[in-house]
């Protein structure tokens, strides 16, 4: 069976002890408490077979950054076990793929459509991503906008602007 890979090593994600390695890498920012959560609930499951990357809490979700193959392993057979997560976390959660900004952006935005995703060039020399979704899915969105615009931009540290076609 492949093994599980979570941002703690294996013996802190069974035992929930953090060992020395694990605990400096939460005293210097390099994981969160969400990570160390999210890793203890993948072992307590049995979810070994999968893995993520790193966990987000936004307050009201939390959101699963992982590759794009573990996402359908999350997420589970009707939503089992990303329904578990939330309960166990007793928050929403929201599984979203790291393979590209455009699959980033497009799993945040899900299950609105994205009409268009253009990079501007400004002419003080800044780029920006630009995407443009249609208004009539402006109601579909799961996140507030300028929230899924805050957290993508922390995480590809590229700037993003979200906007409405006509």
Do not use: W
Not at 43 to 59: L, N, P, Q, V
Not at 74 to 93: E, P, R, T
Not at 132 to 137: E, M, S, T
């Amino acid at each position: 069976m492949p093994e599980m890979s979570v941002p703690i090593c294996a013996i802190c994600a069974k035992t929930g002890v953090l060992c020395n390695a694990c605990e400096a890498k939460l005293a210097m920012g390099q994981i969160t408490e969400m990570d160390v959560e999210l890793a203890k609930i993948f072992y307590e499951s049995e979810m070994e077979d999968t893995g993520f990357e790193r966990a987000i809490d936004t307050g009201e979700y939390v959101i699963i950054l992982a590759k794009k193959e573990n996402i359908g392993k999350i997420i589970g057979k009707g939503g089992d076990n990303i329904h578990m997560i939330a309960k166990k976390l007793g928050k929403k959660v929201r599984a979203i793929g790291t393979e590209s900004l455009k699959d980033t952006i497009r799993d945040f935005l899900a299950p609105a459509q994205i009409s268009s995703v253009n990079k501007v060039y400004r002419p003080d020399g800044t780029k920006v991503t630009r995407i443009r979704i249609n208004k009539n899915d402006k109601k579909r969105l799961r996140m507030d906008l300028k929230e899924i615009e805050r957290l993508v931009c922390s995480l590809t540290e590229d700037k993003i602007e979200i906007s409405f076609d006509e």
